[in-house]
């Protein structure tokens, strides 16, 4: 079992950045395979950047390239999302999540455990 525990949320105006951390509690963290999501207010969850485990590998999505950095360090089971140039669309909980089944995944579905969430909201 893993757990996941997400910080460094809150209210910033657009333009602005924001860094949200993800402690796991893994023993072996650097054999996960983590993930960023988000959840908008009337939306689904969404993908916005995963890391493999070594943090060889990094992937975003295209509403966030250029903006927002995912870096892992495993010496302390933690996972980064470094959000810069925020937009108000950002608004929405940012979830941190963990795989071993697979290197790195865009993909809800491959994901087995989640963090509770933090909130990031933009002021436009």
């Known amino acids: 079992q893993v757990q996941l525990v997400e910080s460094g949320g809150g209210l910033v105006q657009a333009g602005g950045s924001l860094r949200l951390s993800c402690a796991a509690s893994?023993?072996?963290?650097?054999?996960?395979?983590m993930g960023w999501f988000h959840q908008a207010p009337g939306k689904g969850r969404e993908f916005v950047a995963a890391i493999s485990g070594s943090g060889g590998s990094t992937y975003y999505a295209d509403s966030v390239k250029g903006r927002f950095t995912i870096s892992r360090d495993n010496a302390k089971n933690t996972v980064y999302l470094q959000m810069n140039s925020l937009k108000h669309e950002d608004t929405a909980v940012y979830y941190c999540a963990a795989t071993s089944r697979i290197d790195t995944s865009r993909s809800y579905y491959n994901y087995d455990y989640w963090g509770q969430g933090t909130q990031v909201t933009v002021s436009s």
């Open positions: 893994a023993r072996t963290f650097s054999s996960y395979a």
